[in-house]
């Protein structure tokens, strides 16, 4: 009877385990999703709403510098896969730009941690990540486009080079 009892009780912690982190990962997809909301809108008395105390202190710092606070405008916002390890959350994002010839996706986590039993984002992480990802874009634009530059200008070259040796061998077979 005991052994009945015991995989009962193991059976119930591992349902309520369960339900607290399906709750939690819901919490964090909210919370991901209204800040990147609030971001793109460029609210910044809503973002204060699901960051961290010491990422309200940076926005804060931020309100006081004469450069004004840009918008993310991105067209598309996908949370992909929410990992929870304690007090600390990650939640994956496919970031849209743009459209047509001209779109571009970031793919970066944002950091998320528990104040007060909530979960907030924390700025400073995220913000790393989400630029991080926007230069390996560019840097990735910037080397296609490099390379494709590279390979005009060996092809010219080829063609100047062949140009060259023809006329050469015009003057050599004329004399």
């Not at 909301?37 to 910044?44: D, H, Q």
């Not at 990650?90 to 743009?98: L, V, Y």
């Not at 200008?153 to 023809?166: A, C, K, N, P, Y």
């Amino acid at each position: 009877m005991k052994q009945v009892h015991m995989i009962f009780v193991v059976i119930l912690m591992t349902f309520m385990t369960g339900c607290f982190e399906s709750t939690d990962e819901s919490a964090v997809i909210s919370v991901t999703g209204s800040f990147w909301g609030a971001t793109k809108a460029n609210n910044v008395e809503s973002l204060k709403k699901f960051v961290t105390k010491d990422s309200i202190k940076t926005l804060e710092e931020q309100a006081k510098e004469d450069a004004p606070r840009q918008a993310v405008e991105f067209s598309t916002m996908e949370i992909t896969e929410v990992q929870i390890h304690g007090e600390r959350a990650t939640a994956g994002i496919i970031m849209g730009f743009g459209d047509g010839d001209d779109s571009f996706e970031l793919v970066f986590e944002t950091s998320l941690m528990k104040e007060n039993n909530e979960w907030k984002v924390d700025l400073e992480e995220s913000g790393q990540a989400f630029g991080i990802a926007y230069m390996k874009v560019f840097a990735d634009q910037f080397t296609n486009a490099f390379q494709g530059l590279a390979e005009d200008l060996g092809e010219t070259m080829q063609e100047g080079i062949e140009e060259l040796v023809d006329v050469f061998e015009e003057e050599n077979t004329a004399e």
